[in-house]
C-alpha cells in the first residue's frame, strides 16, 4: 500500500468556532421551542414566586440571538475566509460532475457503490443538505423567530419594522407563522440526526478524516485514493 | 341644505352638554388628548353629515348586534343618530322597494361623499345566487355602492378575511371584501372580530365622521389604535404565563384560580385585538376573563386553523388533526430509526465481507 495523501488544512479558525456552539444554540432552541409550545407542568403556588415560562422564553431568545448572530459572522466568513469557507453556501447545482458526485454518494450510502469518492472538503450530498436544510432552515427560522419576537416587542420595536411587518402578512397570520416555525425546527431535528450520523459513519468508513477535522481544521487520508473536489475550481 | 352632525343631535333632543361630554369620551376612547374634545365638537357643529350606507352580505349580523351594544349609552345614542343610518336592512323601519331605492338614492345624491359599511362578504359562485337581495345578487349591490363611496368599512371577520362561510371547502366562494374582483378602487378599513367590539366599531366611524380621514391602518388594513397589540400582551392572566402556570382541565384547582388558558388552546399569543384592554359590554369581561380561551375571532381564517382548544394548528394534509408537533415528531421518529437501521446494516455489509477491505478499515 502506497503512502497516503498529505493531509490538508480545510476548516480555518473561525469556521470550527462557529461550529460548536451554533450546535449547542441548535439543540437549545428545539428544546426550549418545543417547551414553549407544550409548556412543562404547572408549578404550584402564587405566580409571583416563579418565572419558569418566563426563563424558558428567555433561553430561546437569548439562543435565537446566538444563532443569528453566528449565522452572520459565518457569512462573513464565507466571504473574508478560504474557498472551504464558501462551500454550504454556494453549491455548484449547474456543474453535471457535481451531480454525478450526489448520484455516487448515494450509491455509497444504498450499499451499493464500494467506496465512496474522496474530498478535502464536504461530500456533495452533504453540501446539499447542509444548504438546503440547515442554511436556508436557519435563515428561515431566525427571519420567522424575529417576526415572532417582534411581536412581544410591539410596533415600535426594530424587531417588528424588519421582520414583523412584513413576514405577518406574508403568512397572512400570526398563527400560520408559529406553525412553519414549528414545522421547520423538526426538519432541522432531521437534519441533525442526519448528519451526526453520517458524520461519525464517514469517521470510520470513507478513509478520511471528518470527527478530528471538526475540531483541528485539518483533513487526514488514510490511502492515495484520488480527491475529487466537485466544488473546487 | 344639508344638516350638520350638531343639527341632527340636537333634533335629536340630545342636550348641547350631552353633546360636549360625548366629544370628550370619544376624544378619550380614541386614545386623542384633551385639547381635542373642542376640536371634535367643532368638527361636528360645523361638517355637513356624511351619510351611511350599512349593506349585508352573508352573515349572521353579530356585527349589527355588538354595534347597538355599544358600552357607553350615550356615545351609542350619538352615534346611532349621527349616522342616522340611510340603510341598514336589519335595523331600519322602511322595507322591500322602499328600503332597497334608499340605496339608488345615496348613491345618486351624495356620489362620492357616503361611507360604504359592509357586514358579511359576498358569495361569488354561480354569479353570486347563494345571496339575494332585492332580487339581485349581493356582489351587485356592493359593487354598485362601492362606486361612488368615499371609503369602505369591511365590519366584521367576514367582510375582512371571510369568516364561517369561506372555511374550507368554501362552497358558496364567500369572498371577503377587499379580494371581489371589479370592485372599485377605494380604501377599506377593516374591523375583524366575530363580532368586532362595540366601542371599536363605534370608534371607527366617530373617527371617519369627524377627522374626515381614515384613522391609521397597519399593513392589514386594520385600525392600528385597536389592532397593533395582542390579546396575550394585555392579558391580566399573563402573569401565570410567565410563571408557567397553566390550565389542564376546565375543572382544575388552575381553573378556579384564573391561570393562564395557554395549554387549553388559548390563541391570544397570535390574536391582534383589544378584547383584553377595551372588553365587552361596559367593560364587564372578554372571553379569558370568563374561564374561556381566546378563540382567535379576528384573525384571518382563524376557523381553519383546527381546534380552539389546542395550542397547535392542524395540518390536514397530513391526515385528519395532524399537528405540527405529530408530523415533525413522526418524521424525526423515522429519521432516527432509519440512521439506527442504517448503521446496522452497515455493520452487517462489513460483517460480510471479511476480505474486501473497506479503504482505512485496518491500519
Partial sequence: ??????????????????????????????????????????????????????????????????????????????????????????????????????????????????????????????????HFVLVWGSLFMIVTGFALYGEGEGQGS???????????????????????????????????????????????????????????????????????????? | MIETFYDVMRRQGITRRSFLKFCSLTAASLGLSPAFAPKIAHAMETKPRIPVLWLHGLECTCCSESFIRSGHPLAKDVILSMLSLDYDDTIMAAAGHNAEAIVTEIVEKYKGNYILAVEGNPPLAEDGMYCIIGGKPFVEQLKYAAESCKAIISWGSCASWGCVQAAKPNPTRATPVHKVPGLADKPIIKVPGCPPIAEVMTAVVAYLLTFDKLPTLDKQGRPQMFYSQRIHDKCYRRPHFDAGQFVEHWDDEAARQGQCLYKMGCKGPTTYNACSTVKWNEGTSFPIQSGHGCIGCSEDGFWDKGSFYQRLTDINQFGIEANADAVGGTAAAVVGAGVAVHAGLTALHRAKQPGDKQPGAEQ
Avoid at chain 1, 407563522?177 to 468508513?205: Q, T
Wanted: with cysteine; charged share 15%.
Fill in chain 1, 158 to 233: 426594530w424587531q417588528w419594522a424588519l421582520f414583523s411587518s412584513w413576514v405577518l402578512p406574508l403568512f397572512g397570520d400570526s398563527q400560520s407563522v408559529h406553525s412553519w416555525h414549528h414545522l421547520v425546527m423538526w426538519l432541522i431535528v432531521c437534519f441533525v440526526l442526519i448528519h451526526v450520523y453520517v458524520a461519525i459513519r464517514e469517521d470510520k468508513l470513507s478513509g478520511q478524516s471528518m470527527l478530528a477535522t471538526i475540531v483541528n481544521g485539518w483533513r487526514t487520508f488514510k490511502d492515495d485514493k484520488p480527491i475529487d473536489d466537485a466544488h473546487r475550481p
Fill in chain 1, 1 to 130: 500500500m502506497s503512502q497516503p495523501k498529505p493531509p490538508i488544512y480545510v476548516y480555518e479558525a473561525p469556521v470550527r468556532i462557529w461550529h460548536a456552539p451554533n450546535g449547542l444554540a441548535i439543540v437549545a432552541l428545539a428544546v426550549t421551542g418545543y417547551l414553549i409550545a407544550a409548556p412543562l407542568p404547572s408549578p404550584g403556588g402564587e405566580a409571583s414566586e416563579h418565572f419558569l415560562m418566563g426563563y424558558i422564553r428567555f433561553g430561546h431568545f437569548a439562543a435565537g440571538y446566538l444563532l443569528a448572530i453566528g449565522l452572520l459572522g459565518r457569512l462573513y466568513w464565507a466571504y473574508a475566509g478560504n474557498a472551504h469557507a464558501r462551500q454550504i453556501f454556494l453549491p455548484p447545482l449547474l456543474s453535471a460532475h457535481f451531480w454525478d458526485g450526489v448520484r455516487q454518494e448515494v450509491l455509497w450510502y444504498a450499499f451499493i457503490a464500494k467506496a465512496p469518492r474522496h474530498y478535502i472538503g464536504h461530500n456533495p450530498l452533504a453540501i446539499l443538505a447542509m
